[in-house]
């Protein structure tokens, strides 16, 4: 080592010292209300984990012995089992309240209910919130490496159960508490795990320090690498659809969700910023910001920073803080400042913020917040009965139609409203409704509903849910946000669907269980099996039948066969005659397929059609399963690589190999063919990239452009979403001769002065911050088989592609700039902008093809009506 690095070594380690030194103890500054006295019998932390928490993150196998240890030791708290994640962990929460209470509970939760309900008795009603305990419930460590919270819940749960006080007497009599002790353990161990194995013996303080790095994917997310609290409302996940559940089942009056955020930010609480969702009471911002009072009450006496009333917009009902909100709770959310801040680390101001710290101070907002809840009891109660009563609506909408001929996804959507507690029914007969609006055309007309279309009115309790997760557009009071601006689940999974200000009355059946989608093999015949690729399932039957080893052809073009149906291009056909080899079992196998991928799969008697191509036709081409591969790790998104990911291992069966980014380009991108180093891209039919950005141009250089260009050549397809696709264009790579359609310098009002303070609102209005834009769509190309001729894309950004001869745009912005903004918000400007230009593209090159996905097709697995252009791309 140099005489220069080993100053510069001697410096750092010198500061480093002096920066512990300066500050006291954290166990001696951050004390969990040592003045109380605690039961004995009831087990501490430490007593079990074998250290103060604050030393060492836990292993949710060992939060949970603790939990299981306390619900044993006291009559105070009650342990339970609600779900289980991919990767086998069960989900846990405590339910904490008096012995007596405890007693009683059953009765206690179900009168709960009946403040979150329509059409109860008012005497009672009065009568219960006047005696009935307030529900109080946490959401803690739902992103897997903000992992102070889950050691905040040990102590809050000891503290409940073992102090002795009469203050956390009438706490436990006049309150019901849950807590959800970790949403996420998969990602909370991938980083206790990665994290205990990199800390250090000696407190590594310095930000540049390994531990301080957690390796991509790092643990936010889940299993499949999702951002789980962009979950609450769809229930994608197991881990979602456990604790939604959960929250149904108690309607809490108020919860919190519990979050960390980078280490040099203060505590942060509410009330927070906008836009809000401003179908919410008047009177939530003055609730929430006397908790957030309460809370910074407590940090005042202690010297503990915190802001509340910048960032964290309050506007999609989809966080854990806001779905609590449109359920009737006052849900907020809290972040402790953390991320990436082990046991202990420097931040930008020279403070260092240490574990024990972290625990503390979600401990001291937990507590906070039971007791104002407990004086508030009565109160929060009545805010409750007030925003579940559709006579308090701020919508004037007072119903929603979904056609029952609706795509597949209707059911998607049907079974997660009936998840959230909302009633639909069915109609038994037509009827006609005035003044509907249609999403799929934008206009409001007369609307003939016909017998088994499905209908939502919002004259119930989940009144404020169904308009915050159907209206297209919610009134946006500011420019920028944390998430995006549309969620329409009748948008996001492209139905035919309608609102109305009239409700729908007349003949109409209650729902309470969807009828199972019809699957199976039909038909007679021996010639051949068709299969309707348009059906939801359909990839994931081939899929199967590809790894059940049976030869598959798909028909270029329409075809009706002598029954009269009409099969679209990209339907499926397998041939008894090229399968006979399977001959014997090829029935059997079929309806298996049929049973577990949800498809209906129709025999055929001949090959001759009654319209269209016959079955053995030059366009009925083979398919042939492909070798695919997809990268990860930097610069490629976490989330896009975890949404194709999910897409195709849990929802199709296909096999994607994840190849690491970093391998690839350390060996074989540059010697292609060349067999070192484990990968090779010629193994490969098809390559994903997922995302990436401006960082590709590092990954990326000319010597391995050529390369991929030449593997394209030859035969491969390359994929290229969202940033990936920016990059392969004319201006960014140069690989292809594809033009990028990139917003114009902004040189409006070139010369004027903006004021520093005015900025962040002057750049929002220039972004599309997720807005939904129609599309339409050439369902002739075979990237587009399957699909209906009209979408609803979501949009981030303002890039687009401009159309050209070589390049096959097979979805496009509606030219129609007045039609072409469905849901959110966009200029006028970036409106004029996109009409007309290419989202979902096929270049042609040699042998291969590039296929240009501008935009993500999957989007969180609920933004599911361009996701069938992925599965095509690739299969």
């Not at 030393?55 to 006291?74: I, Q, R």
């Not at 206790?192 to 994917?217: C, I």
């Not at 940033?723 to 790579?733: E, L, Q, R, V, Y």
């Not at 993500?856 to 791309?873: E, L």
């Amino acid at each position: 080592m140099s005489a220069l690095s080993q100053l510069s070594l001697l410096i750092l380690l010198t500061v480093t010292t002096q920066v512990i030194a300066q500050f006291p103890d954290p166990y001696e500054r951050f004390q969990f209300d040592p003045q109380l006295n605690y039961d004995t019998n009831i087990p501490t932390p430490e007593s079990i984990l074998g250290y103060q928490l604050g030393n060492k993150f836990t292993l949710y196998a060992d939060a949970v012995n603790y939990f299981e240890a306390l619900a044993a030791s006291s009559d105070k708290i009650i342990l339970n089992n609600y779900g289980e994640t991919y990767e086998g962990r069960k989900l846990y929460n405590v339910v904490i309240t008096s012995a007596a209470n405890h007693a009683k509970l059953e009765t206690i939760r179900q009168n709960n209910l009946k403040f979150s309900s329509v059409d109860q008795d008012e005497d009672e009603l009065e009568s219960l919130a006047g005696s009935q305990p307030v529900f109080v419930s946490y959401s803690y460590n739902i992103h897997g490496n903000e992992a102070s919270s889950t050691e905040a819940a040990m102590q809050v749960s000891y503290m409940l159960a073992a102090a002795q006080d009469a203050e956390t007497a009438n706490v436990l009599d006049n309150a019901v508490i849950i807590f959800y002790v970790c949403i996420n353990p998969d990602g909370r161990d991938r980083y206790t795990y990665w994290y205990n194995g990199m800390q250090r013996a000696q407190s590594a303080v310095h930000p540049k320090d390994l531990e301080h790095y957690a390796p991509w994917p790092n643990g936010r997310t889940n299993h499949y690498w999702f951002d789980l609290n962009r979950d609450w409302i769809w229930g994608i996940h197991p881990e979602s659809r456990g604790h939604t559940g959960e929250y149904q089942k108690w309607m809490p009056q108020v919860h919190v969700d519990y979050h960390e955020q980078g280490y040099s930010s203060n505590y942060f609480t509410v009330p927070g910023t906008t836009p809000t969702n401003l179908m919410l009471p008047d009177e939530y911002v003055a609730w929430a910001d006397s908790f957030g009072r309460a809370n910074i009450a407590e940090f005042d006496k202690h010297n503990v920073g915190y802001f509340t009333r910048e960032r964290f917009d309050f506007f999609y009902p989809g966080y854990g803080s806001s779905y609590p909100s449109v359920m009737g709770a006052i849900g907020m959310l809290t972040e402790q400042g953390g991320i990436g801040g082990g046991t202990a680390i420097e931040t930008s101001d020279g403070h260092v913020l240490t574990l024990r710290q972290r625990v503390f101070d979600h401990y001291t907002t937990s507590i906070a917040t039971i007791k104002k809840a407990v004086d508030n009891r009565e109160g929060l109660i009545r805010y409750q009965m007030a925003i579940m009563d559709p006579a308090n609506s701020k919508s004037e909408i007072k119903s929603y139609v979904l056609p029952a001929n609706n795509n597949q996804y209707l059911d998607d959507v049907l079974e997660m409203l009936l998840r959230q507690g909302v009633v639909i029914h069915q109609a038994n007969g037509d009827m006609n409704l005035s003044g509907a609006y249609s999403y799929r055309t934008g206009v409001t007309e007369g609307l003939n509903i016909k017998r088994g279309d499905y209908i939502i009115n919002t004259d119930q309790s989940r009144n404020l849910f169904i308009n915050s997760v159907l209206k297209s557009t919610l009134e946006i009071e500011d420019s920028v946000m944390y998430d995006m601006s549309t969620w329409s689940a009748i948008l996001a999974y492209n139905l035919n669907g309608y609102s109305s200000n009239t409700l729908v009355n007349g003949d109409l059946e209650l729902v309470t269980k969807l009828a199972e989608r019809s699957s199976g093999v039909i038909g007679s015949g021996e010639y051949a099996y068709t299969i309707q690729w348009s059906q939801r399932r359909a990839p994931a039957a081939l899929a199967m039948l590809w790894k059940l080893g049976y030869k598959v052809r798909s028909a270029k073009s329409s075809f009706t066969d002598n029954d009269d149906e009409l099969y679209a291009p990209g339907s499926l056909i397998v041939l008894r005659g090229r399968n006979l080899d399977k001959a014997d079992r090829l029935e059997a196998d079929l309806k298996i397929v049929a049973e577990e991928a949800g498809v209906l799969i129709k025999r055929q008697s001949t090959g001759r059609m009654m319209k269209g191509l016959d079955l053995t036709s030059p366009d009925a081409v083979p398919l042939k399963q492909p070798k695919v591969a997809m990268l990860v790790e930097p610069p490629f998104s976490t989330y896009t690589a975890g949404q194709i990911y999910f897409l195709f291992d849990y929802e199709t069966g296909l096999p994607v190999e994840r190849i690491r980014a970093s391998i690839l380009k350390q060996t074989s991108i540059p010697k292609f063919g060349v067999r070192y180093g484990g990968t090779d891209l010629y193994d490969y039919d098809v390559l994903i990239l997922p995302g990436g950005g401006n960082g590709l141009a590092k990954l990326f250089g000319e010597e391995e452009l050529k390369q991929i260009k030449n593997w394209v050549q030859q035969g491969g397809v390359l994929i290229a979403q969202e940033g990936a696709a920016n990059f392969f264009t004319k201006s960014k790579s140069k690989m292809t001769d594809v033009e990028l359609h990139e917003f114009p310098k902004d040189t409006t009002g070139a010369g004027d002065y903006i004021a520093y303070g005015d900025r962040t609102d002057y750049n929002g209005k220039k972004r599309i911050p997720g807005a939904s834009l129609k599309g339409l769509i050439d369902v002739s190309h075979p990237l587009a088989f399957g699909m209906d001729t009209t979408l609803h894309t979501l949009k981030f950004g303002n890039n687009a592609i401009k159309p050209s001869s070589d390049l096959q745009s097979v979805g496009y912005f509606s030219p129609d700039v007045e039609s072409l903004l469905t849901g959110g918000y966009a200029s006028s400007e970036n409106l004029e902008h996109l009409a007309g230009n290419t989202f979902a593209g096929v270049l042609s090159m040699g042998s291969g093809k590039v296929v240009f996905l501008m935009e993500n097709t999957q989007y969180r697995m609920f933004w599911r009506g361009p996701s069938r252009m992925m599965q095509n791309a690739v299969m």
